[in-house]
Nanobody
C-alpha cells in the first residue's frame, strides 16, 4: 500500500534550519509530482512547495521563497525540504503529498511537527 512517512521535524530557534524528509513506498515515485504542505492550528492547510516528477520544475509559496528548497531523489524514493532562516510563523505540521495523477487521487503523509520558538 501507499506510504508516505515524514521525519526531521522538531523545535528550532528563529533563524535556525531543519531538513524534512519523506520516505515513500507502495507506488512508482518517479511518475508523480510531489508537494509539501503545512497546517497551523486554526488555519487551512497551505501549499509550501511543489516539485515535478523529474525534479526540473519547482514552485514555492511566497512566504518561503529564498528560504526553503524542495528536492527529490527518485532512486531512493525520497522527498526533502530544506528549511533555512526559520521564523515563528513557519510553525506548523508539515505534510508531504503525492499529487493526484490521471485517475489517481492524491495521498498524504501523517505529518511532522515543526516548532520555531526561542
Amino acid at each position: 500500500q501507499v506510504q508516505l512517512v515524514e521525519s526531521g521535524g522538531g523545535l528550532v530557534q528563529p533563524g535556525g534550519s531543519l531538513r524534512l524528509s519523506c520516505i515513500t513506498s507502495g507506488f512508482t515515485f518517479s511518475l508523480y509530482d510531489m508537494s509539501w504542505y503545512r497546517q497551523s492550528p486554526g488555519k487551512e492547510r497551505e501549499l509550501v512547495a511543489g516539485i515535478s516528477r523529474t525534479g526540473d520544475s519547482t514552485n514555492y509559496a511566497e512566504s518561503v521563497k529564498d528560504r526553503f528548497t524542495i528536492s527529490r531523489d527518485n532512486a531512493t524514493k525520497t522527498l526533502s525540504l530544506q528549511m533555512n532562516s526559520l521564523k515563528p510563523e513557519d510553525t506548523a505540521v508539515y505534510h508531504c503529498r503525492r499529487d493526484p495523477g490521471i485517475g489517481v487521487p492524491g495521498y498524504w503523509g501523517q505529518g511532522t511537527q515543526v516548532t520555531v520558538s526561542s
